[in-house]
C-alpha cells in the first residue's frame, strides 16, 4: 500500500513541477517503464482509479482510528 501511494504521489510531483516530463527521479519508481525527458501520459481512467484508491485508503485510515481512540463517527 505504501509503495503504490508513494508512486501515486511521484505522478502527481511529476505533473505538477515537471509538466508531465520523465526525470531521473521519477525513473527510480518507474525503472523500465519510460524514457527519461519523455512525456508522461496517463488514461483518464487510470486517473480516476488512482482518485478512488487513495479515497479507499484514507477511508480505512480514519475507520482505524476511529475504532482505536474511541472517537465519535459523524454521519452524513
Same mark, same amino acid.
Given at each position: 500500500? @505504501?509503495? !503504490?501511494?508513494?508512486? %501515486?504521489? $511521484? %505522478? /502527481?510531483? *511529476? +505533473?505538477?513541477? /515537471?509538466?508531465? %516530463?520523465?526525470? !531521473?527521479? #521519477?525513473? @527510480? #519508481? #518507474?525503472?523500465? $517503464? #519510460?524514457? *527519461?525527458?519523455?512525456?508522461? @501520459?496517463?488514461? %483518464? &481512467? !487510470?486517473?480516476?482509479?488512482?482518485?478512488? +484508491? *487513495?479515497?479507499?485508503?484514507?477511508?480505512?485510515?480514519?475507520?482505524?482510528?476511529?475504532?482505536? +481512540?474511541? *472517537?465519535?463517527?459523524?454521519? &452524513?
Amino acid at each position: 500500500m @505504501q509503495d !503504490e501511494i508513494e508512486k %501515486i504521489l $511521484q %505522478i /502527481r510531483h *511529476l +505533473y505538477a513541477h /515537471r509538466n508531465g %516530463i520523465v526525470d !531521473e527521479k #521519477f525513473l @527510480q #519508481f #518507474f525503472t523500465g $517503464q #519510460f524514457n *527519461l525527458n519523455s512525456e508522461h @501520459q496517463m488514461p %483518464i &481512467s !487510470e486517473i480516476c482509479d488512482k482518485i478512488c +484508491y *487513495l479515497s479507499e485508503v484514507a477511508n480505512k485510515i480514519d475507520l482505524a482510528a476511529i475504532s482505536k +481512540y474511541n *472517537l465519535a463517527k459523524v454521519s &452524513s
